[in-house]
């Protein structure tokens, strides 16, 4: 049984819990090894301080759960059965009925949550498993660190594929379609969100998204990609120049750079994240354009892009080896341009060490 999993029945059992219902994908994925995303269907992880943790899911994903390597029980139910009922059986079999339950309050819904307790109508469901889910997750070990590194290699080979596909007409979409199509071939089914290519003044609006808009020579454009690897995911964006953009737009690229290589450079153990985000944000302000700076500098990552710790203003949490997040200072001039320069770290014991390793030098694109 992973490590993982024996930390949360200790945890369980401290506190006196008798169950625990994992509902969120990615934490199942965290404890067994097993990604499914099921939709409306119920897959859950029953874990119990004392007793084996089971596997409850769709028939259809029983044999896949296996296959994944869960070597506990997986126990099925066909779509018109009533699941909380069978489940409950299976609870009840190999726990009796428990009473003191954590879950998932940022992940299960209203209704799952009154089909459970229409099986179980004495028990409490006092604890958030999500807050214990952000601690446990906080500091990754050796194995976590070799996928991330992986995932971060299949961005590096993916910002390869991106540069050479910037020709002129050719769209921000089309762009995309070529990356993920060259991921794919590579055997890369998943990229961890939607990749993100922006050229000119499109970037300056950092929640939008590739456009029809063809690509014209004399911009920057920035991409934002990553993969999943293993249960893991990469996170990158680098901003490419096409043909000479002009003046201002190179001026941000270079505070954006400054700030991004001096942020690298002070997270260390020992930094709190809000100081490390001030030490971009000081740069980027001091050159005149702080008010452009729409977010925080990073945010944790690991088996999601939604991790603690998140690098910002007022958190003071002390960096510690083992923590991995973003940099990624941004500067967004509307209608203009923008410009974001980022890569997922892991803290070291004297430093920090990205993931990827794509050149952050200003890169021309005849
Ligand atoms: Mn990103
Ligand atoms: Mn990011």
Redesign the pocket.
């Known amino acids: 049984m992973k490590k993982q999993l024996i930390e949360l029945q200790k945890y369980l059992s401290e506190n006196g819990y008798d169950a625990a219902y994992v509902s969120n994908p990615t934490d199942i994925n965290y404890f067994t090894g097993f990604y499914s995303e099921p939709e409306e269907r119920i897959l859950a992880l029953l874990v119990f301080p004392d007793n084996d943790p089971f596997i409850f899911a769709p028939q259809l994903e029983v044999e896949a759960a296996k296959k994944a390597g869960w070597d506990k029980d997986v126990f099925g139910y066909l779509d018109h059965e009533n699941p909380f009922e069978l489940m409950a059986g299976h609870i009840k079999d190999a726990v009796g009925t428990p009473s003191n339950w954590s879950i998932e309050k940022d992940d299960l819904s209203v209704d799952k949550l009154e089909s459970i307790k229409s099986q179980f109508p004495n028990a409490k469901f006092p604890d958030n498993l999500s807050r214990y889910m952000e601690n446990a997750k906080l500091i990754k070990t050796d194995e976590e660190i070799e996928k991330l590194k992986a995932a971060g290699a299949e961005a590096d080979y993916a910002f390869e594929v991106a540069f050479k596909a910037i020709k002129e007409g050719r769209t921000e979409q089309e762009i995309v379609a070529e990356i993920e199509y060259a991921m794919m071939k590579k055997g890369v089914m998943h990229m961890s969100f939607d990749t993100i290519v922006q050229a000119g003044a499109n970037a300056a609006n950092p929640h939008g998204g590739p456009e029809k808009n063809p690509i014209i020579p004399n911009e920057l454009v920035l991409f934002?990609l990553?993969t999943i690897h293993d249960g893991y995911i990469s996170?990158?964006?680098r901003t490419v120049a096409f043909g000479k953009p002009d003046d201002k737009s190179l001026d941000i690229y270079k505070v954006d750079l400054e700030a991004n290589l001096a942020a690298m450079d002070a997270a260390k153990p020992g930094i709190t994240a809000a100081e490390l985000d001030k030490v971009a944000r000081d740069i980027i302000t001091k050159a005149g354009y702080g008010e452009y700076f729409i977010h925080r500098l990073g945010h944790g990552m690991g088996t999601s892009e939604h991790e603690f710790p998140s690098i910002m203003e007022g958190n003071a949490m002390v960096l510690k080896p083992g923590m991995c997040f973003?940099i990624?200072p941004g500067i967004y001039i509307p209608h203009v341009a923008g410009v974001r320069i980022?890569d997922c770290v892991y803290i070291t014991e004297d430093g920090c060490e990205p993931f990827t390793h794509t050149s952050k030098e200003l890169t021309y694109i005849d």
């Open positions: 934002d990553g996170d990158a964006s973003s990624e980022e």
